[in-house]
């Protein structure tokens, strides 16, 4: 990362210096774009660029512009010296220069992303200004379909130059007060991720400003006008997923969608109408995330062409209409996973198949292994947990990508024997406190179908009639505790849940030189069994990221 300072100076001299001192001070190299000043000014101009010589770099129009103009002037020449990111800042004193080490941290931590400032007003702010801010934030959310952008009007924001210039390069922008709210709506449009750190904004005593109510807002108003036409041809684009996005495509990286208290007006729902009345609200919910969670959709689709080909007999065609299915089945199942957990789900509703292979290991008092994966609702486990005095479940999740989700689980969770163990990675400390609880007669429930979320330990195996990853961590643990290990499936078939238990490995044994061999069979040997349970309930394999991709 290398970043410099572009200023926007129109006859704005008083302060100037004082902005000029501050960035400078910060080893903030600045371009200093005068957008024809008067002549007095553009002399004061040029003594403070000669004092602050050679950390400022001029570029002078010889007509007036307006402040798009100049701010694209001085993005270009930003770029053209070999600077990869922009920090736009008034020339009045009106941003607070001591927030700029956060600008630039959170560009450091988001490089490709647009950081802008969103204002904390004091009472120097005209009303009248407020006013309008806030109808450009109506538009603003129409014309992008979404709230990601919370303020579009301030200038003082760290720009990605790559994206930002070849936005300019290929789209005719405003070069007046339309600017700053134009390029964030097409830089969003362009699948340029906006993200906001919290500024005072003061505006000075006797300031002048170059705003003309009239004029400008009227060239506001066209341009929403503008881009909300724009925003209807883009439309059909953003419902079948041609609008351009950089998504997260890790899983742990893919942030959960909704709210905590969402997820309690359903459950509240369901307590004072039943289930019927939880589906009928969630069907809108989750085609609305069906419409904006391209990432998760195309995955979606994905996996459905794989399926349909390894298996034509299902019938199951990559369609969006199956794709919306798929997403309404996982709707489902997390309610079926909030009334487990709440106990509105007995060993009654659940049909359990060969469960003397996990009795029998039970009885024998040892510990051990419950391999499974992301299919159906596998909290139906806990039905069966309830009914056996001698099993604990310790389920090692990972929950911060879904922690409304989690914490919603935790407000409604009655007492059980199953513990739900925040794990990221399993390094050894992580190992031996397992292998603990497993020599006290304890089981480790482990998906065996999600990659790790900090490290590559992965081995790559056929799934589906293509390579995909694999974690080795549950075999290699397996193997480490040398305790048995059982592979657990649950599916809702019938409007039944169903858990199918089968014995997996007792245990896994390898020598230095067959490690690896042992280690990628017995990854293979889970791939086979998850997918032939995928081809009993296709649409309840939850895996909604680019699994094949990911290797």
């Known amino acids: 990362m290398k970043p410099c300072a572009v200023i926007p100076v129109f006859n704005h001299v008083e302060r100037l210096g004082v902005v000029l001192e501050a960035l400078v001070a910060r080893a903030l190299p600045v371009v200093l774009v005068d957008d024809g000043s008067h002549v007095d000014a553009a002399k004061e101009i040029d003594g403070w660029v000669a004092q602050f010589a050679p950390s400022v770099t001029l570029v002078r129009h010889v007509e007036n512009q307006g402040k798009g103009g100049a701010v694209m002037t001085g993005l270009r020449e930003a770029a053209r010296l070999g600077f990869t990111h922009a920090l736009q800042i008034d020339a009045d004193g009106q941003h607070d220069s001591a927030d700029v080490p956060r600008f ?77 709210i134009e390029i964030m709506v097409r830089l969003h449009w362009a699948g340029v991720e906006v993200r906001h750190v919290p500024t005072q904004v003061t505006y000075p005593q006797g300031g002048v400003s170059h705003f003309q109510p009239l004029k400008d807002n009227v060239r506001i108003s066209l341009l929403h006008m503008r881009l909300f036409f724009g925003m209807l041809w883009r ?7 041609s609008r351009r996005s950089k998504q997260p495509t890790h899983w742990a ?70 794709s919306c299915r798929h997403f309404f089945a996982m709707g489902s199942a997390m309610i079926d996973k909030v009334l487990t957990m709440a106990g509105g789900i007995t060993l009654q509703d659940v049909d359990v198949h060969q469960r003397h292979l996990m009795t029998d290991v039970i009885a024998s008092g040892k510990g051990g ?20 005095p001698k099993l604990t479940l310790n389920i090692l999740t990972y929950t911060q ?5 989690q914490r919603l689980i935790s407000e409604v969770k009655r007492p059980s024997k ?39 330990r992965t081995v790559d195996v056929d799934f589906l009639g293509k390579r995909a990853p694999f974690p080795i961590g549950p075999h290699l643990l397996g193997g480490l505790l040398g305790c048995p290990v059982i592979l657990v499936m649950c599916v809702k078939l019938n409007g039944r849940h169903n858990i199918f238990y089968e014995s997996f490995a007792d245990p896994l044994r390898w020598t230095r030189s067959t490690r690896d061999e042992v280690i990628r069979q017995s990854a293979q040997a889970f791939a086979q069994r998850l997918e032939y349970h995928c081809a009993q309930a296709p649409l309840q394999w939850f895996n909604f990221y680019p699994f094949w991709r990911t290797s």
């Open 235 to 241: 439309w059909p684009g953003w419902l079948i997923g």
């Open 104 to 180: 630039l941290a959170e560009a450091e931590a988001h490089p490709e992303a647009l950081i802008s400032g969103k204002p904390v007003f004091d009472a120097s702010v005209p009303k009248g200004r407020l006013i309008g801010r806030y109808a450009t934030h109506f538009w603003v959310w129409v014309n992008t379909l979404s709230f990601d952008i919370a303020d579009s009007m301030c200038g003082f924001r760290v720009y990605p130059l790559g994206a930002t210039v070849a936005l300019l390069d290929r789209e005719s922008l405003g070069r007046r007060m339309d600017f700053d």
């Open 401 to 405: 990508h879904a922690e409304n989700f």
């Open 369 to 388: 292994i419950v391999l499974t994966a992301h299919l159906g609702n596998l909290e139906a486990m806990q039905a069966l947990a309830d009914q056996n």
């Open 418 to 456: 199953v513990r739900l163990m925040q794990v990221g990675e399993l390094g050894p400390d992580t190992a031996l406190e397992l292998s603990a609880r497993v020599a006290r007669g304890e089981w480790l429930v482990i998906a065996g179908d999600r990659v790790p979320v900090s490290s590559p």
């Open 253 to 322: 990286a893919m942030g959960e969608r909704g709210t905590l208290l969402g997820l309690k007006a359903l459950l509240w729902v369901h307590r004072l109408l039943g289930r019927w009345a939880v589906q009928a609200l969630l069907y809108p919910v989750i085609f609305y995330f069906f419409l904006t969670s391209k990432t998760a959709r195309e995955a979606s689709l994905e996996y459905l062409q794989r399926i349909s080909a390894a298996y034509p007999q299902l019938g199951l065609k990559p369609s969006y209409a199956n």
